[in-house]
Structures are given as structure tokens and as C-alpha cells.
């Protein structure tokens, strides 16, 4: 595509590509082909995946893997549709995300309806922003979605792209660029001052860290500080591995599990200094809703943006960037002696015992030997179920971003498709998907992506022919079991149907083998995990 004959579409795919993109998923239509000819001429390589769900997931795990922003491309009507649920995840999860849609001409539309719908009325409640791209602004638009994307907090920009406007030849251009803003830090004053104050008097301190400081990058501020004021320190299930888990003073991950809340909120509740870093609550269950009294307690809330939850609340606010905030904080400050009665060696060990790993075979085993046999760089996705509030607990994660999840929807389908994007950002890294027999049921059709990108993921599937956490749930309220359970499935045999390979384990030996092979494999591996009926009970 020479300049003298620029399109709109080109203008926009020229942009993300300086923007690190380099991989755009989903499924075309005719009202997309001109955006689809464009990202490849530009140098983005489209991935056709079998549901525009599924390609979204595609995308945020290229995202987690190489920091360039996710994009979606759905076609008129029910391609944008199929997407809703993907874009929605992008925006509770904080996953920034530009989603392409192809429309049909505004003149068109008044005497057309095939499949017409108003594309940015359906996407405006679950994206930061939604535009309608036109020819002469299309420079702007394309570096305006890029801003608010990637702007704190995170999350998906709608472009709905008329045909003709995609088409549209248009001038040479130079693309409009925002400059990206330099990381603020706490303005000093009294504020600061005071938060310094209570940072030096505290003796029994605890920071809680969330996504906002997974964005900021801040995990080496986050182990200097804790190092050097002795704070032990909580994280959400995403910002798992934001510091090292084997770290002495990591308390592990906070979100889903009663039992483990049933130990770290006692211990929360001890402190004398809260210090909230970066900590999204939209990851955290109700139990963790106003969990302490501000007027009690000194609370410093570090994050993105002003509190608008309200499921905590603090007595210092600072909207600002996680690791400059934790270097104006700790300027200067004294360090003392911090929680010595062992209280936090005693919390590690009653963690350390409510999530046993000794199980001869379970679901727990199953986590126990893939992170024994698998190593410490593997990337894990998690598929959302019974399965993920054990794992969240008991998987340990040694660097950021190498335990993905969908904590803020938590919906069911994502982590074959999160598992994909991710080994094809980082093709020499091992990844494995672990999912329920459900949720790997709902995407199926990916293990035929996988097959065709080559890709060599692992599949851990939990079987146990139930939606095994609402059945839980059923029994506990003493209802009659409905609609929970569904029929046995060879899922071995479908892996080796869509050309990988297939394996199904009852043993911890059975699935160290089967491991063994995957992990020395040149394509994707499915390992069904028979684990039975009723097997999570009293595991979270």
C-alpha cells in the first residue's frame, strides 16, 4: 500500500502497529475485510478463532505477555454481539483493548436492516469510550482509542468502522501522538507528611497490593519497601507473582476462598497500618466490603483513580503511580521492628496447612504435581469455577503476569483462549490452560486454533461432569440438585480429534507422565484429570 493511496482503515492500523501491536483476533465479515486487509499491510497479523469471545481472550493474553494493547475485530451485528462478554471482562478486569467493528454506512442504514444495530449503544456500557471513525479524523481517533485504553485505569475503546469510511482514500498524514504522561508521585506537603508519620509508628503494618500497581510495574518498589520496612504483604489473584511468592514476607493471594479469608482478615484486623497499593477491590469477595474502620486504623490508599467503590475506605488518599508513591513515602522514614511475635510466620504456617498438598489425588494433587513438574517460567491461565479459587490459593507465582485469570467478571471460557494468546506471544515459554470440563465445553472449537497456529499448550482439564462450584453451593443451601450436572465427554479424544495429543490421568504418576510428554511435544497436549464427583469440598 503505497501513501498516495491511504485508507482511513490504513491511518488506524498504522497507529496500533507503533503501539507494539502486532496480532489482531477474530472472525471477518464483508464489513470488515478492508480493516482485516489493513492491519496486514500495516504488520499485524489477523488470527481467525472459531467465536469472537474466544479471539478476545486471544488478544488480552498477547496483552499480558507484551504490554501492547489487545484488538478485537467482530463484524456487523452478531459478530459485535458474540464479543459483549469479552469486552465487558476487558473493562472489569482492566485489560486495555481496542475492538473494531465493521458497520454499515449511515445512509445505508436508513433503508437497510439486515443484521443493522446500533453497534456503539450495545458497547458504550462496558467500554471507556466508543467512537464512529471518519475519514479526515481517523489519524485522531486511532491514537485517541490508544490514550484512553492504556490511560489508569485500563480498559477497551470501542471503533466502529463504517465500509465506505474504511475505504475512504485519504492524504498523507503524519499520526497524531499523545506523549505519554511521566508517573506522578505524591505532591509533598502535609499529606505526605502524615502517612510518613504513621509509616514510622506503625508496628504491626500490612500492605494489600491489586492491579493498579500490576500496571504500574512496581514490583521492585513493592520488595524494597517491604524488605526495608519489614511490612508483610497480601495480594489480589492477579497480582500474584508481582513479588515472588517464595518471598518470606509474601502472605499469598486474597480474592475467592473463605478459608483463606478466614486467616487473613483476623490478621488484617490486627494491624495498626493498612497500606493499600494499587488494590482494585473488584477482584475481592464480600467478605473483604469495609473490612476495617478507617477512624480505627490508619488506612493510606495508593491507586489509580479517586475511591468511587466504596468498599473500603481510607484515612490518606493519593491518586498516583504505586512505586513512586512507596519512594516518596519511604523517603527518609526510620524502620523499625515490625510483627515481632511471629505473628506473620505463624499465618504463613496455618495458611501453608489449610491448603494441604499431601492428597493422594484430588484437584489438589492435580495443582501440586503441575507446579512441581512444570517450571518456575511457565505461564498458567485459569478458567473460572471451583477449580480456580483452589488454584489461585495453592499455585505459586514467581514472577507478574504469569498466572492469568478473569477475576473481575469471572466468566467461564477463558483460559484456552488466554492460554493460546499468550504461547503465541512467547512461543518458547511453557504455558498450560487449566479449566473445567464446563468451561473447556464452552470453547471447545479454540483446540482447532491451537492445532492450526501450531501452538504446544497444555490442557489440564478438571473432569468431574458438574458445574462442581454451583453445585457446591446447591448443597449448602439445602436445595435439590438442578441443572449442575451434565454428561461424560472423552475430553482426550477430542484433543486428539482436533490434532493434538490426549491423555487422561487418575494418578499423580499418570499425570507427572502425561506432563512429561507435553512438555516435550510439537503441538497442543489435553490431560483429563478424573478427579470425581464432589471433590472441592472443604478444599476452600
Not at 467493528?101 to 469510550?129: I, S
Not at 499529606?191 to 504513621?198: H, Q, V
Not at 491451537?450 to 461432569?465: H, K, Q, T
Request: glycine fraction near 8%; aromatic fraction near 6%; hydrophobic fraction near 45%.
Amino acid at each position: 500500500m503505497t501513501d498516495h493511496k491511504l485508507r482511513a482503515a490504513d491511518l488506524v492500523a498504522r497507529r496500533l502497529y507503533e503501539a507494539g501491536c502486532r496480532y489482531a483476533f477474530g472472525i471477518p465479515g464483508g464489513e470488515v475485510l478492508t480493516l482485516v486487509d489493513a492491519l496486514e499491510a500495516a504488520g499485524i497479523t489477523f488470527i481467525l478463532a472459531k467465536h469472537e469471545n474466544a479471539a478476545g481472550f486471544m488478544a488480552e493474553g498477547v496483552w499480558q505477555r507484551t504490554g501492547a494493547p489487545g484488538i478485537l475485530v467482530a463484524t456487523v451485528g452478531p459478530g459485535v454481539v458474540n464479543g459483549v462478554n469479552v469486552v465487558a471482562n476487558a473493562e472489569q478486569d482492566r485489560v486495555p483493548f481496542i475492538v473494531l467493528t465493521g458497520c454499515v454506512d449511515e445512509t445505508a442504514a436508513l433503508t437497510y436492516t439486515h443484521q443493522v444495530l446500533d453497534h456503539q449503544q450495545v458497547l458504550r456500557p462496558v467500554t471507556k469510550a466508543s467512537f464512529r471513525l471518519t475519514a479526515e479524523g481517523a489519524d485522531v481517533i486511532a491514537d485517541k482509542a490508544l490514550a484512553i485504553a492504556t490511560d489508569p485505569r485500563a480498559g477497551p475503546v470501542h471503533i466502529d468502522v463504517p465500509i465506505a469510511v474504511a475505504e475512504q482514500a485519504v492524504a498523507p498524514a503524519r499520526l497524531r501522538r499523545r506523549p505519554p504522561a511521566a508517573p506522578a508521585a505524591p505532591a509533598p506537603g502535609h499529606e505526605l507528611d502524615r502517612a510518613r508519620l504513621w509509616l514510622e509508628d506503625a508496628k504491626r503494618p500490612v500492605m494489600i497490593v491489586g492491579l493498579d500497581a500490576l500496571a504500574d510495574d512496581a514490583g521492585e518498589e513493592i520488595l524494597a519497601f517491604c524488605e526495608i520496612f519489614s511490612i508483610p504483604f497480601v495480594t489480589t489473584y492477579k497480582a500474584k507473582g508481582i513479588v515472588s511468592e517464595e518471598h518470606p514476607l509474601c502472605l499469598g493471594a486474597a480474592g475467592l476462598s473463605p478459608k483463606a479469608d478466614a486467616l487473613l482478615l483476623p490478621f488484617v484486623s490486627q494491624a495498626d497500618l493498612i497500606l493499600c497499593l494499587g488494590y482494585d477491590p473488584i477482584e475481592m469477595r464480600a467478605g473483604w466490603c469495609e473490612p476495617w474502620d478507617p477512624e480505627a486504623v490508619h488506612v493510606i490508599d495508593i491507586a489509580a483513580e479517586p475511591n468511587r467503590h466504596y468498599v473500603h475506605q481510607a484515612g490518606i488518599n493519593f491518586v498516583t503511580h504505586c512505586g513512586k508513591a512507596l519512594e516518596a513515602l519511604g523517603h527518609g522514614a526510620a524502620p523499625q521492628a515490625t510483627w515481632e511475635l511471629g505473628e506473620v510466620e505463624v499465618l504463613k504456617g496455618a495458611l501453608a496447612e489449610a491448603f494441604p498438598r499431601d492428597e493422594a489425588w484430588g484437584p489438589a494433587a492435580v495443582i501440586d504435581t503441575c507446579r512441581r513438574v512444570l517450571p518456575k517460567e511457565t505461564v498458567a491461565t485459569c478458567d473460572t469455577g471451583a477449580h480456580r479459587i483452589l488454584l489461585a490459593q495453592m499455585w505459586e507465582t514467581y514472577e507478574p503476569k504469569t498466572l492469568l485469570q478473569s477475576t473481575g467478571l469471572c466468566t467461564m471460557g477463558c483460559a484456552l483462549p488466554l492460554a493460546i494468546g499468550a504461547q503465541l506471544a512467547e512461543p518458547e515459554r511453557p504455558v498450560i490452560a487449566f479449566t473445567g470440563d464446563a468451561g473447556l465445553l464452552m470453547v471447545a472449537g479454540e483446540l482447532s486454533t491451537a492445532a492450526e497456529l501450531a501452538s504446544r499448550v497444555v490442557v489440564v482439564v478438571f473432569v468431574d461432569s458438574s458445574l462442581a462450584l454451583i453445585e457446591l453451593k446447591q448443597r449448602q443451601r439445602q436445595m435439590a440438585n438442578a441443572g449442575v450436572d451434565f454428561g461424560s465427554h472423552d475430553f482426550a479424544a477430542i484433543g486428539r480429534a482436533f490434532g493434538g495429543l490426549g491423555h487422561t490421568v487418575t494418578s499423580r504418576a499418570e499425570l507427572e507422565e502425561a506432563l512429561d510428554d507435553a512438555l516435550n511435544a510439537e503441538t497442543f497436549t489435553v490431560i483429563a484429570a478424573m478427579i470425581g464427583r464432589q471433590g472441592y469440598d472443604g478444599r476452600f
